[in-house]
């Protein structure tokens, strides 16, 4: 079945560091991909988005590249900051109107 | 808009003991999810609405879960009875009709802030 793995955290940078969250799915067709951040206490919500083959979504500093070749929607960002600590979660969906399929989420501590 | 509602953010209980939650979406969506949080198991969808009608419900764990939806503002997730393991964050989320121009995408789910359970 279709599904997400993402790299397992927590992931702990420095503030400044270079982030590279990785992201692969396993999907037939042409599914949309996505990135939510939960931060603590909160829901998730949508940080980025692509929905064809190279793609760039970014938002916040934060980029992640549709890559069909490889199945992979990494998420990087070049500086990140303390207020960057929360729980990135990797999702694609297949049709509009289907569920989103999550990743199990990975928790990102930054350190001043 | 204040996005989506839930209530109570917050619920202790017994073991044994009926618990309803539950979730206002936002106004003019569609599309309705409830999830389930835990640090063992991760994010689950347990059950979506379209249109107010359950489209898929192979989440919910087993018959002491259920939810209702009965009108496109409102909608609720009983457990009875309730069990220790039911302890989670349970989240709403909804998202707008197919073909409308939005902003974020018809695509984008919009989570409320979460139900923390504890059942004792």
């Known amino acids: 079945g279709d599904s997400v793995t993402q790299m397992e955290g927590p992931v702990t940078l420095s503030e400044e560091a270079f982030l590279t969250i990785n992201c692969t799915y396993t999907a037939t067709g042409y599914p949309s991909l996505f990135w939510y951040v939960q931060y603590p206490g909160e829901g998730l919500q949508l940080l980025l988005k692509a929905t064809k083959a190279d793609d760039k979504g970014s938002n916040k500093g934060f980029e992640a590249t549709y890559r069909k070749e490889t199945t992979s929607f990494h998420l990087e960002k070049g500086s990140v900051q303390v207020s960057d600590s929360a729980v990135y979660f990797c999702a694609l969906m297949k049709n509009r109107d289907d569920k989103i399929i999550f990743g199990k989420g990975t928790r990102l501590h930054i350190l001043p | 808009d204040a996005g989506v509602i839930q209530s109570p953010r917050h619920e202790v209980t017994e073991m044994g003991q009926e618990v309803t939650l539950r979730c206002k979406p936002i106004s003019g969506h569609n599309s309705l999810f409830w999830y389930r949080q835990t640090m063992m198991r991760g994010l689950e969808l347990l059950i979506y609405f379209n249109n107010n009608v359950p489209i898929d419900d192979s989440g919910m764990p087993e018959d002491r879960f259920s939810a209702k939806m009965p009108n496109a503002s409102f909608s609720t997730l009983k457990i009875q009875p309730s069990e220790p393991r039911d302890s989670a964050v349970y989240f709403c989320?909804?998202?707008?009709?197919?073909?409308?121009?939005?902003?974020?995408?018809?695509?984008?789910?919009?989570f409320g802030p979460g139900t923390r359970l504890t059942v004792l």
């Open positions: 989320a909804s998202s707008f009709p197919l073909g409308e121009a939005v902003s974020g995408g018809t695509d984008t789910q919009y």
